[in-house]
């Protein structure tokens, strides 16, 4: 088999070369990074061409401006003179925990209640009661008024209406065997 005869093949005058596209291609590197001006070398100074730095705080000439006095609002302070709000050590702000107390008067739980209807009458009804009285009872370690009082009101619900369901049970259970015994 012939590869050029391919449909994916390259086209006859093809060469390895990348083919500029016509681009022009970049200039030749050069030793010298900034054509037209001298190479820094053995003679070459930082400070060459400057003259000393300016004086700040005033005219050339005028006296700094003295050390431990206030210096006036909307100047600008000179350097090379410590400002004298700069302080040498650097202050923390203390940690701050915060931490959740009890509540002084904590809402019922009704656990007990919970517990009680989970065994003895209606078994669905009396895991969501208990859900809900521990849900009221970490509420009230984590002195969360609100959310106590909600979770208490919900168990006591459930755990009403499991009694009731529990009751009515045993109630339709003894007419039931009161009826088929006679």
Not at 58 to 68: D, E, F, S
Request: proline share 15%; charged share 10%; glycine share 10%.
């Amino acid at each position: 088999m012939d590869p050029s005869k391919f449909a994916s093949a390259p086209p006859a005058g093809w060469a390895d070369e990348k083919s500029s596209m016509g681009h022009v291609p970049p200039p030749p590197y050069q030793d010298q990074p900034h054509p037209g001006y001298p190479q820094p070398g053995p003679e070459y100074s930082q400070n060459q061409g400057y003259g000393p730095p300016p004086q700040y705080g005033g005219a050339p000439g005028q006296q700094p401006y003295p050390m431990g006095q206030p210096y006036p609002m909307g100047q600008p302070y000179p350097m090379g003179q410590q400002y004298p709000g700069h302080q040498d050590l650097v202050t923390v702000q203390p940690t701050v925990y915060v931490t959740q107390v009890p509540l002084p008067n904590p809402v019922n739980d009704y656990l007990c209640y919970s517990i009680f209807t989970l065994v003895c009458c209606c078994l669905p009804l009396g895991i969501a009661a208990l859900i809900y009285s521990i849900s009221a009872r970490e509420a009230n370690h984590t002195g969360n008024q609100l959310a106590a009082e909600r979770s208490s009101k919900t168990a006591r619900t459930l755990n009403h209406v499991a009694l009731g369901v529990g009751i009515g049970i045993v109630i339709l259970m003894i007419v039931f065997s009161a009826v088929v015994n006679n």
